[in-house]
């Protein structure tokens, strides 16, 4: 290549609308043409303003980043397509905001596809030899195939996005109903073609993070890391995503999942679905804007099972329906806290700041009641249950 030329930055490439150089030491310098890929650009603008209008700037700017970030990132086609993908989502959704359909996307990247070889033979080298030629096809091919991932995921993102804010909270059901149908990030389908489009590997830790209320909020949805389905209530970030920059981002309350191996995301998932639907409903309650799975484990146990709670609170808790109900939830309380400290009465009575005398009548009540059970360890676990699922109804009812 003569006189060699240090590659241009992505800042450089968008300022200048001008294309890389791949240096003469890397793969890609040693297989192509130093202006060859400037075939690729046109070819690719042309092709692609289906999608986008040809006078559009973003497509322009799309097409010299997606083939610098080819050039900078030497032909991996998994790191190119990953540096190039906020802009390619950006198309997506303008595609979408312009009453596009999805299978433009795909009808447009399938024909860049097939062109894409035959307009290989302007860029190659005429001294590259052996399988380089074959394997620079196949590379191009499969970037194509990345990049039509990214802009179809732009406009699933924007579609889903309007959707939602058109059906809440004017309609909540509408809302409800289409985050139950969406696709999840979750099912293994999905999964599959995000963990292809990303690059990440099963044994990646990730967690879940579910919204408790209608949407996680665009900056969630639209975090570069972020694994996303059409569903505005879920999404799979890395474990090392720090909680107050979670929590910035968020429209509403959600619930943080265990983290696990991506080849794991699945229970992960539906613990968090399962206690953002307890905060949904109101059956618990916790100040943080995002809540940790571990935070509501108790609440998880409780609800896990209704048949075996309803069973544990007609087991040990009907002599208390012969309370009146303000009665039955202060007697209740004292017993809840005397089981769970284990210490003496006058210390669940300082814990509730209620008078140690009152808290010695209402336990000769509850010995009354309850008789042996108090002694025996198994009955006594099996109250804490039945306590903690009874007393929030209690209180609803008072």
Same mark, same amino acid.
Not at 185 to 213: I, K, M
């Given at each position: ?22 240096? $003469? ?47 900078? +990132? ?18 997506? $959704?303008? %595609? ?5 359909? %999805? ?41 194509? +195939? ?41 099912? $293994? ?49 890395? $474990? ?75 087991? +040990? ?82």
């Amino acid at each position: 290549m003569g006189s060699a030329r240090r590659p241009f930055t992505m800042r450089e490439a968008r300022d200048h609308s001008t294309i890389a150089w791949p240096p $003469a030491h890397s793969w890609l310098g040693s297989v192509v043409k130093p202006r060859g890929l400037e075939v690729m650009r046109d070819l690719f603008q042309r092709k692609a303003s289906a999608v986008v209008p040809d006078d559009d700037n973003l497509l322009a700017c799309a097409v010299v980043e997606a083939i610098n970030a080819f050039v900078i +990132h030497d032909a991996d086609v998994v790191a190119a397509s990953r540096r190039v993908a906020p802009i390619l989502w950006e198309m997506g $959704a303008r %595609h979408a905001r312009n009453g596009g359909e %999805h299978n433009d996307i795909e009808k447009t990247f399938a024909l860049m596809a097939q062109t894409a070889p035959d307009a290989l033979k302007f860029v190659l080298r005429s001294d590259a030899a052996g399988k380089a030629p074959a394997q620079l096809r196949a590379a191009t091919v499969a970037y194509v +195939h990345r990049l039509r991932m990214h802009v179809a995921l732009g406009w699933e993102r924007c579609k889903t996005l309007d959707g939602m804010s058109s059906s809440w909270p004017e309609n909540p059901a509408t809302a409800t109903e289409h985050a139950s149908s969406a696709s999840k990030p979750s099912d $293994a389908t999905r999964l599959a073609q995000l963990r292809e489009l990303y690059g990440v590997n099963p044994d990646d830790l990730y967690c879940a993070l579910v919204a408790a209320g209608p949407t996680l909020g665009t900056p969630m949805l639209s975090h570069p890391e972020a694994l996303t389905g059409d569903d505005c209530r879920e999404v799979l970030i890395p $474990a090392q995503l720090a909680r107050d920059e979670i929590g910035e981002m968020l429209a509403h309350q959600a619930v943080l999942g265990p983290t696990v191996p991506l080849s794991d995301i699945e229970e992960s998932t539906q613990l968090a679905s399962r206690a953002a639907e307890l905060l949904r409903e109101s059956s618990v309650r916790h100040p943080a804007k995002v809540v940790p799975c571990a935070d509501l484990l108790s609440a998880l146990v409780l609800e896990g099972s209704p048949v075996l709670t309803r069973l544990m609170m007609d087991k +040990h808790l009907a002599p208390f329906k012969g309370l009146g109900l303000k009665r039955r939830i202060n007697v209740a309380e004292l017993l809840l806290e005397h089981l769970l400290a284990g210490g003496p009465v006058s210390q669940a009575a300082r814990n509730l700041g209620i008078p140690v005398q009152t808290a010695h009548s209402r336990m000769m009540t509850i010995r009354q009641m309850m008789g042996h059970a108090l002694e025996d360890p198994n009955q006594r676990f099996e109250l804490i249950i039945a306590l903690r699922a009874a007393l929030p109804r209690w209180r609803t009812e008072s």
